[in-house]
């Protein structure tokens, strides 16, 4: 590990009304490595990269990107921040009122990095890499399946080539057959720009696909983190009970979850 | 000690709201100054609001203008006051009912869908992805809004104080028999600018107002479906009744001496 660490969150603590979703929370991910994040359905995976993002604060500790903490900075250190990451949304997220094209070069045109008038070559060079035609540029994203727009939204995530990205879900609502397709995309752009990664999911085939690490998130904290390769062989009872989805073990399954 | 309990619930949810508008209101208003400026999206916004609001505002103005018309020959020909219509067709129109009932269908119309746009953007994580794609929602939502609210109304409001005055004069000329050029040369002589002025500055201030709601409840509306349906009836009727205050405080500062 003579990587530098890319994010580390120390201590990360975030609590909505009387429920403690993190606590304390430690995790660092290293450059370029692909970390997978897999926890059961409100523990805490989402408001974790929310955090890492800014789009919430935590209530106290330190989030380190490139060793500058992160937590409380200015608004225009936020967006210089925010400019060298890229995110893939659960449902794509992707802006109902713009054509595709514009959709993945929004970042760009914004900080008119390109013209418009280059915005569709640009744009079908990067919808070429996750496997999408030219015919789809001047399509509105409400006439794409679902599995489309995962591919639209992965096209502008990598769109500002960034040296982060965040996967929430990507296999969440897709059928097996797209949920690997969107598994073999990821991997492939993780390794085409070389950016570090970080997903979160609860889809095991999926994590075991695509991270290099894996680590479980339960009860606010990292319970346990490791190779992806080990994660079957380890013989952590939390690791082994949300492997086999088994409903008693040290995993409490909480009626609000 | 619940009644105290429940005043004191109320109170304080009254004054987070009022603290939560005031804060939005300020960053939406000094984003309008600030650059970067999408003039696109202005003049997309312009167009939605002024354009595409004409032929419901106009079909409102020329009715009021008839109504008013035929209600004034009703009540003065008992006093032989029939000439006093055209000023006071003209005057209620520029004063009051031009910039009312533009308001008042324009906050149905506009209110109503900012709120739903950006309320479904919200529940969605568009105005999330805006963010990590380094663009401020403030500026690229709410910003162009309030601009084109408070440049359109009044374009919309002088649109509608001359249909409003011609409705008068259809009903004044073919249904109770004035001769044209008298009721034009009363209707002119009638006219003074503060009236129209009054009305200027009212339109300016609910244009302001009805984009503001619509920001502001879409941009804090959560909970899928149920939430964005909620925001969008908060905007139109809280929209609605700060354009009846403000109707009275404007025009309690503009003719009380």
């Known amino acids: 590990m003579s990587r530098p660490v ?50 919430l604060t935590p209530d106290s500790g330190s989030i380190l990107i490139d060793g500058i903490d992160t937590v409380g900075i200015s608004e225009a250190k936020r967006q210089a921040i925010n400019k060298q990451i890229g995110m893939l949304f659960q449902g794509a997220a992707l802006f109902d009122s713009l054509p595709v094209w514009e959709n993945v070069c929004f970042a760009l045109l914004a900080e008119h990095k390109i013209s418009r ?87 095991m085939k999926s994590a075991k696909k695509i991270g290099d690490r894996i680590a479980l998130l339960y009860g606010g904290k990292i319970v346990w983190i490791g190779n992806a390769a080990d994660i079957d062989h380890c013989g952590n009872p939390y690791v082994e009970q949300f492997i086999q989805g088994a409903t008693t073990g040290p995993i409490k399954i909480s009626a609000r979850a | 000690m619940n009644f105290l309990q429940a005043i004191g619930r109320i109170l304080l949810e009254f004054f987070a709201t009022a603290g939560r508008l005031t804060l939005f209101t300020i960053s939406g208003v000094s984003h309008i100054f600030r650059p970067p400026f999408y003039y696109r999206i202005i003049l997309k916004q312009m167009i939605d609001i002024g354009f595409y609001s004409l032929p419901v505002v106009g079909l409102t103005a020329v009715f009021a203008g008839m109504v008013l018309a035929l209600q004034s020959y009703t009540g003065f020909s008992r006093f032989q006051a029939e000439g006093a219509i055209a000023n006071v067709v003209v005057i209620s129109i520029t ?12 906050a149905g119309r506009i209110g109503a869908s900012v709120a739903a746009e950006i309320g479904t953007m919200r529940v969605t994580e568009q105005i999330d992805a805006l963010t990590t794609l380094s663009t401020n929602p403030m500026k690229y939502l ?60 009212k ?38 009744i700060l354009i009846l205050s403000f109707d009275y405080i404007i025009t309690e500062l503009f003719f009380t001496q």
């Not at chain 1, 999408?132 to 006439?143: E, F, H, K, Y």
């Not at chain 1, 794409?144 to 502008?156: E, F």
């Not at chain 2, 004063?95 to 324009?106: D, F, I, S, T």
Request: glycine share 12%; net charge negative; with cysteine.
């Open chain 2, 95 to 106: 004063r009051e009912l031009g910039p009312v009932l533009a308001g008042l269908m324009v």
């Open chain 2, 203 to 240: 339109a300016a201030v609910f244009g302001f107002l009805v984009s503001l709601m619509g920001c502001y409840h879409g941009y804090h509306s959560k909970g899928g479906a149920q939430g964005v349906g909620m925001a969008t009836t908060n905007a139109v009727v809280s929209a609605s």
């Open chain 1, 117 to 203: 008038k280059d915005g569709p070559d640009f744009a079908r060079e990067k919808l070429a890499l996750v496997g999408l035609g030219a015919d789809l540029l001047m399509a509105s994203p409400a006439d794409l399946s679902g599995g489309m727009q995962k591919r639209v939204g992965l096209a502008r995530a990598i769109a500002n080539n960034p040296e982060i990205i965040f996967f929430d879900e990507p296999t969440t609502g897709l059928d097996p057959i797209m949920a690997d397709l969107i598994n073999n995309l990821i991997e492939h752009v993780n390794k085409e720009i070389g950016a570090t990664a970080l997903t979160i999911t609860h889809d």
């Open chain 2, 142 to 201: 709410v910003a162009p809004r309030l601009l084109a609210g408070i440049l359109m109304f009044p374009i919309l409001v002088t649109i509608a104080d001359s249909i409003g005055i011609f409705g008068g004069y259809i009903v004044a000329v073919f249904k109770l028999g004035f001769n044209p050029s008298n009721y034009i040369q009363n209707t002119w002589d009638f006219m003074t600018f503060s009236d129209y002025f009054s009305g200027i500055v």
């Open chain 1, 6 to 55: 890319k994010i580390s969150m120390q201590k990360v603590c975030k609590r909505f009304g009387e429920k403690r979703v993190l606590d304390n929370m430690d995790l660092d991910v290293i450059t370029g490595e692909s970390m997978v994040i897999i926890g059961g359905s409100g523990t805490g995976k989402s408001v974790t990269i929310k955090c890492i993002q800014g789009l």
